[in-house]
């Protein structure tokens, strides 16, 4: 068997640098959007002793950030194309950083809410969307899952210590303007960390044992195949479909549950610290999942990893309807929402790449990249619609949502000759 389709993380040095390179763009990405919801909009409304209502809106403005991140995600897979991921990665993260200053330091709340709209629209398609993901599948062609699964840890390692770090700040303007300087920071460092293919520093997909000229060979190889994958094409493809709205629909799921996952344990009677320190718990737990996920992806294929995904969060879910405040049912529901925060972050791009191939992966992102945008976007807008308070109808709407990606994923197929065909 080939070494590939083993679930060894035998990345080679270049293959790893790469992965710790996605990880600290998944933790951005975090940072600017879904796990800071948990603090900034209460730290922000009384710093700047702004309307309370101005924390609803926080939820609402984010979700209208991912909704149009729709057409971000078409023109940034584009420009992704034409020019580079590496060039997408410095300009994003520069992006980033400025809207974070101007998030900081605005005493203005429509440009404040103006804000974050932007800081949600450049991370979900650059810090998470178009480069770490493209790189994954690039690099990883056949260990795409395992590789995810240690790159995404980021995401659940940002919801351990995000609000931690930014409470022991305690002035939100100053956490953010360090924020801003990271992110421009890390945008002019990616520049030269990021290698577009393994073969561009001579290493190989996969770290496999061939030599220079197989390598190359197949890269031209698949490189044409990727050509072959015109718009029409994709759009005719049923798994684009399935793909963007089954999976997008879990996505939404696991957004609506971690944005607001300190605000329901408040909800029930559990005091701030503890909510927070569970949240931690949670976090520590999806790094965890991260591996397990990216394993499970890479030993049963990326379509049994999604659909156990899919049942893993239906529990979830009503652990926090049913959340009656006692410490049995706050620790079970602990474990089952935090183990599937960093399940999401490999198996949409993941089963992208199974099935559009590791070039594809790219051209299909432009259609199913908003698609799964559109719907992880409706979390928030859900939440910020139906209203903070009211938590548990939020939650029946992601159940039935949920319920609904299951059977959508079941119709998935995996094409003749993809890599996940060759595990055991």
């Known amino acids: 068997m080939n070494s590939s389709n083993t679930t060894k993380s035998n990345f080679g040095k270049w293959g790893w640098s790469m992965i710790i390179y996605c990880a600290i763009s998944f933790y951005l990405a975090a940072v600017l959007s879904t796990d800071t919801l948990n603090w900034f909009p209460t730290a922000f409304t009384q710093f700047r002793g702004w309307d309370p209502s101005v924390v609803d809106l926080c939820n609402t403005m984010a979700g209208i950030g991912g909704w149009l991140g729709i057409i971000g995600a078409i023109v940034f897979s584009v420009l992704a194309v034409k020019i580079g991921i590496k060039y997408m990665a410095l300009f994003g993260n520069i992006i980033s950083g400025i809207a974070c200053f101007v998030f900081a330091i605005t005493q203005n709340v429509t440009v404040f809410l103006i804000m974050i709209v932007v800081m949600v629209f450049i991370s979900g ?19 795409k899952g395992l590789a995810l699964g240690w790159a995404s840890m980021g ?17 939100p303007q100053t956490a953010y303007i360090i924020v801003g ?16 293919t393994p073969e561009e520093v001579g290493a190989t997909p996969d770290n496999e044992p061939i030599n220079a000229e197989e390598a190359k060979a197949h890269l031209l190889m698949q490189e044409e195949e990727a050509k072959k994958m015109t718009l029409g094409v994709i759009m005719k493809n049923r798994n684009t479909w399935l793909i963007g709205i089954g999976l997008g629909l879990l996505w939404m799921t696991t957004l609506g549950l971690v944005s607001n996952f ?8 559990i005091p701030q610290g503890t909510a927070i320190m569970m949240l931690t718990i949670a976090a520590v737990a999806g790094i965890i999942g991260s591996y397990i996920w990216g394993w499970l992806d890479q030993k049963f294929n990326t379509k049994r990893a999604s659909l156990i995904y899919g049942v893993w969060y239906l529990v979830a879910l009503l652990l926090m309807i049913f959340h009656n405040g006692s410490v049995w049912m706050n620790i079970l529901a ?3 929402v935090g183990f599937g925060i960093g399940g999401i972050g490999n198996l949409i791009p993941s089963m992208i790449g199974t099935c559009f191939g590791r070039f594809g992966f790219l051209r299909a992102n432009k259609v199913i990249a908003p698609l799964n945008t559109a719907l992880r976007s409706s979390g928030l807008l859900i939440i910020g619609l139906i209203g903070v308070a009211n938590l548990q109808l939020s939650y029946w709407v992601f ?18 000759g993809a890599d996940t065909s060759k595990r055991n």
């Open 155 to 171: 995401l659940p390692l940002c919801t351990a210590t995000i609000v931690l770090l930014f409470s022991a700040i305690g002035n």
């Open 399 to 416: 159940f039935a949502g949920s319920v609904i990606a299951i059977i959508l994923i079941a119709f998935i197929k995996i094409p003749e």
């Open 262 to 269: 300190v605000v329901r344990q408040i909800m029930v009677g």
């Open 334 to 336: 602990t474990i089952f």
């Open 125 to 143: 398609n650059v810090q998470v969307n178009i480069v770490p993901n493209t790189l994954m599948n690039v690099w990883f062609p056949k260990k």
């Open 181 to 196: 300087i990271l992110c421009i920071v890390f945008g002019i460092i990616s520049f030269f960390w990021i290698k577009n």
